[in-house]
Nanobody, 127 residues
């Protein structure tokens, strides 16, 4: 099991940027593929971005492709989500999650693959 804590959320105007961080503790961080999900009020949780264990493979939801970048620093046990050109529809609670049994080549986009979740951080984008 790995313990995850997100930070970096806040209020930003449309077009602005935020960088989310997710610090992990517990089991060896580098064995996990990591993902970012989000949930807006009244909507289901959705996949945003994922990254493989060594950072070599990444995957993005179409809605954020070209605007968001996921990265990780295994030496710091941290995964990041750089969010640029933010839109009001990006407003949501953002969660990081750890996949303990990742496919060697494919990053999972389904929440069921992720066993451990952070508490979430609120991102609000004003128009």
């Amino acid at each position: 099991q790995v313990h995850l804590v997100e930070s970096g959320g806040g209020l930003v105007q449309a077009g602005g940027s935020l960088r989310l961080s997710c610090a992990a503790s517990g089991r060896t961080f580098s064995v996990y593929a990591m993902g970012w999900f989000r949930q807006a009020p009244g909507k289901e949780r959705e996949f945003v971005a994922g990254i493989s264990r060594n950072g070599g493979n990444t995957y993005y939801a179409d809605s954020v492709k070209g605007r968001f970048t996921i990265s990780r620093d295994n030496a710091k046990n941290t995964v990041y989500l750089q969010m640029n050109s933010l839109k009001p529809e990006d407003t949501a609670v953002y969660y990081c999650a750890a996949d303990p049994f990742p496919h060697p080549l494919v990053v999972s986009t389904t929440s069921a693959a992720y066993n451990d979740w952070g508490q979430g951080t609120q991102v609000t984008v004003s128009s």
